[in-house]
C-alpha cells in the first residue's frame, strides 16, 4: 500500500558501469559466456553449481540460501523455468534473456566476469510476461485468481471514455497507493489555476511522518512541490504524500474526488494519509472505534488522538507478516472505471506546457516491462499494494496519439495477494491493447 509496487522480482545485479550502454553493432557472445548461459536454467530451478557458477562477490551479496529462498519463490509464483526462448547480446558478456517459465516468460540480465574462470557477477530478474498471447485469455486468467478481481480498458477521446473491456469496472476495491493520484490531481489544479507554482517551497515543520525520504530531515528543511510530488508518485514516497496532504488541505484533495468523476467521495472522506492508516490499523481498538463514528466523529478522532499517536506505537505486525488487514474498511476505495475517470482528467488537464511537469512525474515510473514500453509512445502510472490489495493504473498514449486507460484491482480479505502474477497480467492486457 504505501511502499513502491514490487513488479520486478531481481536476485541481484552486480555488474560493472561500464557495461550499462549496449554498443551500436551487435555482438557475438564469447563461448565461455555461451557456456555460462548453459548452465542458467538449472540455477534457476534452484540446483547448478552455486560455488563455480557465481563470483566471489556475487556470493558474498547473494548466499546459497537466499538465492534458493528467491528462485523457490519464483517457481512458486510461475512454474519451472524451462527453456531459452531467446538472447539479446549487449557485449560478449551481458546479455538480455528471455526464458520460458510454465505459466510466464521471464526477462533475465545475465553478467559474467571476462577473467577467467569467467563466472558469473550479475544476475537479475527484470520481470515477468504473462504466457497468455491474447485480451481474452489474459481476462480469462484474471478471472481465474482468487478473491476478487475488477479491471476495465477504456480508449479516451473528446467526450466520455470508452469502455474496451472490463469486469466489476463500477465496484469498489481497495487501490493502496494508486490513491495518490487524487492528490497529485489537487496540485495539478492548483498549478493550472495560478494558486501554487511547482517551484513553490513546502518547509517542514518537524512534524510526525510515515517513514520516507523526508522522515528524518530537520525541521526547516525546504522542499518544491515538484519534488515532493515526483516522490510521492514515482516511489511512492509516504512522507513526501502526507506533506503534500497537510499542504495542499485535505478539504481541497476531497473536493477534488466528485470533480475527477469517483462515483462514491463519501467513502473516502475523511481523506486519509498514509499515517493516519497505519494508525488506525496498528493501534488496537482504534480502527473500531474511528470506524464506529458518523464523518463528523472521525474528523475529530483524527485531527485530536489519532494525531498524537507516535509511529513508535504502531504495530506493524499484519505488513511484516502480509496478513490482510481491515482492507475492505480501513483503505482508500475506488472503481476501476473511477480510475479510469481520474486518468482522463489529467490527461485532459495536462495537455500542452503546462503540463510538462505533472506528465514527468506520471512517467518517472512506467510500472511495466520494457517490452510494453515499446508498444507505446507514453506511459504515465500508479499502482499501489499492501497484504491482500493491489492496482495497477496506467494512462498510455499509442503512436497514432489516441490514449487508453488499463487499470486493475485484486484484493483478497484472506491472503496476500501474487503481486507478481498480478503485474505481468495487467501488462500483458497493456501490450495488447496498443493499438
Known amino acids: 500500500?504505501?511502499?513502491?509496487?514490487?513488479?520486478?522480482?531481481?536476485?541481484?545485479?552486480?555488474?560493472?558501469?561500464?557495461?550499462q550502454t549496449a554498443p551500436p553493432q551487435p555482438v557475438r557472445a564469447d563461448p565461455a559466456f555461451t557456456l555460462r548461459l548453459g548452465e542458467l536454467i538449472a540455477i534457476l530451478n534452484g540446483g547448478g553449481?552455486?560455488?563455480?557458477?557465481?563470483?566471489?562477490?556475487?556470493q558474498e551479496k547473494v548466499p546459497q540460501a537466499m538465492l534458493q529462498s528467491v528462485t523457490a519463490q519464483l517457481i512458486a509464483a510461475n512454474g519451472k523455468p524451462l527453456a531459452i526462448l531467446g538472447v539479446t547480446q549487449e557485449t560478449p558478456w551481458r546479455a538480455n534473456i528471455r526464458v520460458q517459465y510454465e505459466k510466464a516468460v521471464a526477462n533475465v540480465l545475465l553478467v559474467a566476469d571476462p577473467a577467467p574462470p569467467h563466472r558469473v557477477g550479475g544476475l537479475l530478474v527484470r520481470g515477468f510476461e504473462s504466457a497468455e498471447k491474447t485480451l481474452p485469455q489474459v481476462e480469462?486468467?484474471?478471472?481465474?485468481?482468487?478473491?476478487?478481481?475488477?479491471?476495465?480498458?477504456?480508449?479516451?477521446?473528446?467526450?466520455?471514455?470508452?469502455?474496451?473491456?472490463?469486469?466489476?469496472?463500477?465496484?469498489?476495491?481497495?487501490?493502496?497507493?494508486?490513491?495518490?493520484?487524487?492528490?497529485?490531481?489537487?496540485?495539478?489544479?492548483?498549478?493550472?489555476?495560478?494558486e501554487r507554482k511547482w517551484d513553490d517551497l513546502v518547509t517542514l515543520d518537524g512534524g510526525m511522518l510515515p517513514g520516507g525520504g523526508y522522515t528524518m530531515k530537520p525541521k526547516g528543511t525546504q522542499?518544491?512541490?515538484?519534488?515532493?510530488?515526483?516522490?510521492?508518485?514515482?516511489?511512492?514516497?509516504?512522507?513526501a504524500t502526507d506533506i503534500l496532504l497537510q499542504h495542499?488541505?485535505?478539504?481541497?484533495?476531497?473536493?477534488?474526488?466528485?470533480?475527477?468523476?469517483?462515483?462514491?467521495?463519501?467513502?473516502?472522506?475523511?481523506?486519509?494519509g498514509t499515517l493516519d492508516v497505519f494508525r488506525l490499523k496498528g493501534v488496537a481498538g482504534l480502527?473500531?472505534?474511528?470506524?464506529?463514528?458518523?464523518?463528523?466523529?472521525?474528523?475529530k478522532?483524527?485531527?485530536?488522538?489519532?494525531?498524537?499517536?507516535?509511529?513508535?506505537?504502531?504495530?506493524?505486525?499484519?505488513?511484516?507478516?502480509?496478513?490482510?488487514?481491515?482492507?475492505?474498511?480501513?483503505?482508500?476505495?475506488?472503481?476501476?472505471?473511477?480510475l479510469v475517470r481520474v486518468m482522463d482528467w489529467l490527461r485532459r488537464n495536462t495537455e500542452g506546457m503546462a503540463g510538462t511537469d505533472a506528465r514527468r512525474i506520471l512517467s518517472t515510473n512506467p510500472g511495466v516491462s520494457p517490452d510494453v514500453r515499446g508498444k507505446w509512445q507514453w506511459i504515465g502510472?500508479?499502482?499501489?499494494?499492501?497484504?491482500?490489495?493491489?492496482?495497477?493504473?496506467?494512462?498510455?498514449?499509442?503512436?497514432?496519439?489516441?490514449w487508453y486507460v488499463v487499470t486493475g484491482s485484486w484484493n483478497d480479505v484472506q491472503k496476500a495477494v501474487d503481486e507478481s502474477r498480478f503485474a505481468s497480467l495487467i501488462g500483458k492486457a497493456a501490450e495488447l491493447t496498443a493499438p
Open 140 to 194: 480469462s486468467a484474471l478471472a481465474a485468481l482468487p478473491g476478487d478481481i475488477g479491471y476495465a480498458i477504456a480508449k479516451l477521446g473528446s467526450g466520455a471514455p470508452q469502455p474496451l473491456a472490463g469486469r466489476n469496472a463500477d465496484k469498489p476495491y481497495a487501490i493502496g497507493s494508486a490513491f495518490k493520484l487524487v492528490i497529485l490531481a489537487e496540485l495539478v489544479r492548483a498549478t493550472n489555476a495560478g
Open 301 to 338: 478522532l483524527l485531527e485530536g488522538e489519532v494525531a498524537g499517536i507516535p509511529p513508535i506505537l504502531i504495530d506493524a505486525t499484519s505488513f511484516t507478516r502480509k496478513i490482510p488487514n481491515r482492507i475492505d474498511t480501513l483503505e482508500w476505495f475506488e472503481t476501476p472505471n473511477d
Open 1 to 19: 500500500m504505501m511502499r513502491l509496487l514490487p513488479l520486478l522480482a531481481a536476485f541481484l545485479l552486480a555488474a560493472p558501469a561500464s557495461a
Open 287 to 299: 480502527g473500531d472505534r474511528y470506524l464506529a463514528l458518523d464523518e463528523a466523529g472521525r474528523r
Open 381 to 402: 502510472y500508479k499502482g499501489g499494494s499492501e497484504p491482500g490489495v493491489m492496482n495497477m493504473t496506467l494512462l498510455l498514449q499509442a503512436r497514432n496519439g489516441d
Open 223 to 239: 522542499v518544491t512541490l515538484r519534488e515532493l510530488a515526483t516522490q510521492m508518485i514515482s516511489i511512492s514516497d509516504n512522507s
Open 49 to 58: 553449481d552455486y560455488a563455480g557458477y557465481f563470483t566471489p562477490a556475487f
Open 248 to 272: 495542499l488541505g485535505r478539504a481541497k484533495v476531497e473536493a477534488m474526488m466528485p470533480v475527477l468523476g469517483i462515483a462514491d467521495p463519501a467513502r473516502n472522506r475523511p481523506f486519509l
